[in-house]
């Protein structure tokens, strides 16, 4: 079966905000009087905010102020976007060219609720150039459980062998590899762990490399069988 679609993560893959998360969750929760520290703040990386919401609530109990918080880190984090905006990661125009030069199909599957990624996608310039979206609230699971892997296969009218998938973080990676895509990692924050460095297809260091590896790897070698 020949590779006929990529299905990219958002957050850490093509657009450098895991360190604006990162910067909100930790000043919001800071200001509340909790403290998010870094490791375990890394725990959370590619999961759905309502995943990272449980988590915030089995560490700290129903002492957390949830109410508070959910309203203060999103102000927090658009007001660092604002003002900094939104930078795209080192390689992800030429990806897209690449992908488009193919005819393949693209899809983001993205952790991030439908505004975040709305107002991400648009402020960065990106809008208008995927065949599909996904997003984290509009799957029953989110990652590391592939559905929204599936899914985003399932809009683009593929079957998920079809697609490589470029993620960065743990779960994003295993999600992809569950729904039986070819699945690249890119690491963003940290360096993968040995559960996702097995599910991974390969690791590499930058868009520019797995355009080359796409392209050496899979496009131009017949699809077995």
């Known amino acids: 079966m020949g590779i006929r679609g990529v299905v990219l993560d958002m957050d850490g893959l093509m657009l450098d905000t895991e360190p604006i998360y990162k910067s909100a969750w930790q000043r919001a929760a800071a200001e509340l009087g909790f403290d998010l520290d870094d ?3 890394s ?16 560490r700290y109990g129903s002492e957390f102020p949830m109410p508070r918080f959910r309203a203060r880190w999103p102000e927090l984090w658009r007001s660092s976007a604002d003002a900094r905006g939104i930078p795209l ?9 690449f992908v488009q030069q193919h005819a393949l199909s693209s899809a983001v599957a993205t952790s991030s609720d439908s505004s975040f990624t709305e107002f991400s996608l648009r402020s960065a310039g990106l809008d208008g150039h995927f065949d599909a979206i996904v997003t984290g609230d509009q799957i029953e699971r989110g990652k590391p459980a ?8 399932a809009r683009l009218g593929l079957e998920p062998p079809e697609c490589v998938a470029l993620e960065d973080s743990d779960a994003g990676v295993l999600a992809a590899s569950a729904a039986g895509m070819v699945t690249v990692c890119i690491p963003d924050l940290k360096p993968p762990s040995e559960a996702a460095a097995r ?6 260091g930058s868009l520019d490399e797995a355009r080359e590896w796409i392209g050496a790897m899979v496009l131009d070698r017949p699809a077995a069988g």
């Not at 590619?46 to 995943?51: I, L, S, T, V, Y």
């Not at 990661?89 to 060219?97: I, N, R």
């Not at 592939?146 to 296969?153: F, G, K, Q, S, T």
């Not at 599910?199 to 590499?204: D, R, Y």
């Open 39 to 41: 490791e375990w703040f």
């Open 199 to 204: 599910a991974a297809s390969c690791v590499l």
């Open 43 to 58: 725990g959370l990386t590619g999961r759905p905010n309502r995943d990272c919401e449980r988590e915030l609530l089995l």
């Open 89 to 97: 990661k080192a390689g992800l125009l030429a990806f897209l060219s």
């Open 146 to 153: 592939p559905d929204i892997y599936l899914e985003a296969a």
